[in-house]
């Protein structure tokens, strides 16, 4: 084998361009890369083994919980309350957040949010899922970790990422200097460079969203839906519409070959359906890393102030060209 840079010698390189960098959200990566590395496992066994099927419970947003989700959300948590360097964690599946306050964690500064398995729905038939996480700075100066310390707004990240379950298993994420992505070799057990400095097209032909939602949505929207459908050999329409259903492998697709996915606003679901803190803050933050853009279709999604941990938000987020060019169906009075 050739040239292959492993995770772990990509983390510890990146820190050592940084004099100042302590190491501590190097080894948080790390152990985030470790529990998906557990969370894959698990996930590629799913069909033979009997974890699949649905238990009692459901979650905070009374949507059934399946058992990976558990199994996925309990090996995070192990994995960073066990790590020294995360003081606070926030999960899509739990209630409330949870304070880290063991022996080891005391000077931690860390807190880390995620979604354990997203696209859930997906996993009884064999369809791409992933884990999406996100790191903050804590804001209070010492003691327990507060809700303040998770109720930061996007841009504060200093760190993000994701893992999708598919066809190969991959973690792609940012420290705020580009975005890298790392195919798992099972054979080794090592994620290996394979996307480096990953660049999202400004224009493509793809677009995502629910369309069966049609009738439910905004007339703007259903007009850059028309536009998207009209033929024009110039801009390439009709686009392809591509939907996956699960947020980290259609956002994937459109990080690599270019595209925009829309969770929109509808009559149904008038704040959108995905979750700002564990869904939309830290794909916001892979796109525009990759000079993309992630909006609500008002608003930059890395500015918004969160109120509640489990809120949710419109989305808009791909290649910057399309996703400025939908903005401009939804509010045409705004140029
Ligand atoms: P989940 O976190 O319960 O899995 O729900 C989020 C998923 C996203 O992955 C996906 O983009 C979306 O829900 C699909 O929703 P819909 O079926 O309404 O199109
Ligand atoms: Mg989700």
């Known amino acids: 084998m050739n040239n292959v840079t492993v995770l772990d010698e990509f983390i510890i390189k990146r820190q050592s361009e940084f004099p100042f960098a302590s190491g501590d959200l190097s080894k948080l990566l790390r152990d985030i890369s470790l529990a998906a590395k557990i969370i894959h496992r698990e996930v590629n066994k799913a069909g033979l083994v009997d974890i699949l099927g649905v238990t009692d419970n459901t979650n905070v947003h009374g ?54 398995l997203d696209g859930s729905s997906n996993i009884d038939v064999n369809v791409s899922i992933g884990t999406i996480f996100s790191i903050y700075r804590r804001v209070s100066e010492s003691g327990p970790c507060r809700l303040s310390d998770l109720l930061q707004k996007g841009a504060k990240q200093v760190a993000a990422g994701y893992i999708i379950y598919g066809s190969s298993t991959m973690m792609v994420y940012s420290t705020g200097h580009g975005v890298n992505g790392f195919t798992l070799d099972p054979s080794i057990g090592e994620f290996c460079l394979s996307h480096p400095n990953i660049r999202i097209p400004e224009f493509a032909k793809t677009y ?31 686009y392809s519409m591509r939907y996956i259903g699960s947020f980290v492998a259609d ?25 700002l803190l ?24 890395l500015d918004i102030e969160p109120l509640t941990l489990h809120q949710r938000t419109p989305i808009y987020i791909g290649s910057a060209g399309m996703v400025q060019q939908a903005e401009a169906f939804l509010n045409p009075t705004a140029e």
Do not use: M, W
Request: net charge negative.
């Open 63 to 116: 949507e059934t919980v399946k058992k990976l989700d558990e199994f996925a959300n309990t090996q995070l948590l192990n994995a960073l309350q066990v790590s020294g360097k995360c003081c606070g964690i926030a999960s899509e599946e739990e209630e409330d957040f949870v304070v880290v306050d063991n022996e080891v964690s005391k000077e931690a500064k860390y807190v880390v949010l995620f979604d354990p």
């Open 208 to 238: 995502s969203i629910n369309q069966g939602q049609f009738l439910l949505l905004a007339d703007g929207l259903k007009q850059y839906i028309n536009y998207c459908q009209e033929t024009d050999a110039a801009t390439g329409r009709p």
């Open 251 to 275: 956002f994937h697709r459109n990080l690599i070959n270019g595209g925009i996915f829309i969770y929109p606003a509808s009559t149904k679901n008038p704040e959108g359906k995905l979750r």
């Open 278 to 301: 564990y869904e939309c803050n830290p794909l916001a933050y892979i796109a525009e890393q990759a000079g993309g853009k992630a909006t609500t279709g008002q608003e930059r999604i």
